[in-house]
């Protein structure tokens, strides 16, 4: 509870609604994430985790409610206007580009240009270069930048989209079920490099249905059930079965002020 009390803010939703039709995938959620907080995001196949992630990433707009990022109100109303904030996503996926290398997919919307006067290039180099850098900053095993990412492996798809997030200097990282597809052993080196970015003080939302990694990388665990926030508790105080009972409902709710 003293770390979410003195932890100053950066992410705070109230009151986020959003609707697909008749469909109320959230029903009104209230979340802060605090400066340099992991917070993990779980619950049900359905209960609205990808929906809210998505609302922070720009992908989509909340029906109702609001954000504030760094105090201020914002309406991210685009992933262009959330990266600007600081804001990256890797998504279950990874969000990737099968037919670019490394180095495109790690540039993907910021291409580095050079040029005199009217004439512009792309600056292949230098991308190459800095993309070069920044994987050789993780501890996993890094592809080449000149790579071309169909040839690569989940945890190598991993370094990619996390390379990404590091040469951004990003505020807020959002993983959406970043080791659903990986093996145990890239599933470790993926964290490995969250832990990176943990240490660089980046926020981060941890969705995974992974309760021991949950457990291990999280200091807050937040549980949406049916589009509700049921769970809001610091993870030093919680069991994994504890989290499980709030998933299924077992247990109604707990929520401790964060
Ligand atoms: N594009 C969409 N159109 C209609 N319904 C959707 C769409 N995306 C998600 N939903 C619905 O919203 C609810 C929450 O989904 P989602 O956020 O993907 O849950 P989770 O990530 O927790 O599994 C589900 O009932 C889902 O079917
Ligand atoms: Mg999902």
Redesign the pocket.
């Known amino acids: 509870m003293q770390s979410g009390a003195t932890r100053p803010v950066l992410l705070e939703a109230r009151g986020i609604k ?1 609707f ?2 008749a ?1 109320e ?2 029903r009104g959620i209230d979340l802060r994430i605090g400066k340099g907080e992991t917070v993990a995001l779980v ?10 992630v ?1 609302i922070f990433s720009g992908a ?1 707009q909340p029906s109702e409610g609001e954000i504030r990022f760094d105090g201020r109100p914002v309406d991210i109303a685009s992933t262009d206007v959330a990266r600007k904030l600081g804001i990256e996503t890797v998504y279950q996926d990874l969000g990737l580009c099968e037919n670019l290398n490394v180095a495109d997919n790690i540039f993907l919307g910021r291409e580095r240009m050079w040029g005199v006067g009217p004439l512009r290039f792309l600056d292949k180099r230098g991308m190459r270069a800095a993309s070069d850098e920044a994987l050789n900053g993780l501890s996993v095993n890094v592809p080449r930048a000149d790579a071309n990412v169909s040839g690569l492996s989940g945890g190598q798809r991993q370094a990619v989209a996390l390379a990404r997030t590091k040469l951004w200097k990003s505020a807020l990282v959002l993983l ?1 079920e970043p080791t659903a597809a990986l093996g145990v052993q890239e599933t470790k080196r993926a964290m490995e490099a969250v832990r990176r970015l943990q240490e660089e003080g980046v926020s981060i939302v941890l ?1 995974s249905h992974n309760m021991p990694l949950v457990l291990e990388m999280s200091q807050r665990v937040v549980v ?1 059930r049916h ?1 509700m926030k049921v769970g809001d508790v610091p993870t030093t105080g919680v069991s994994g079965d504890d989290i499980v009972s709030l998933i299924t409902g077992a247990r109604q709710t707990w929520i401790e002020a964060a």
Not at 43 to 52: I, P, Q, V
């Open positions: 959003k697909y039709g469909v995938a959230l619950g049900d196949n359905g209960a609205g985790k990808s929906t809210l998505k989509i959406d969705i949406l589009g």
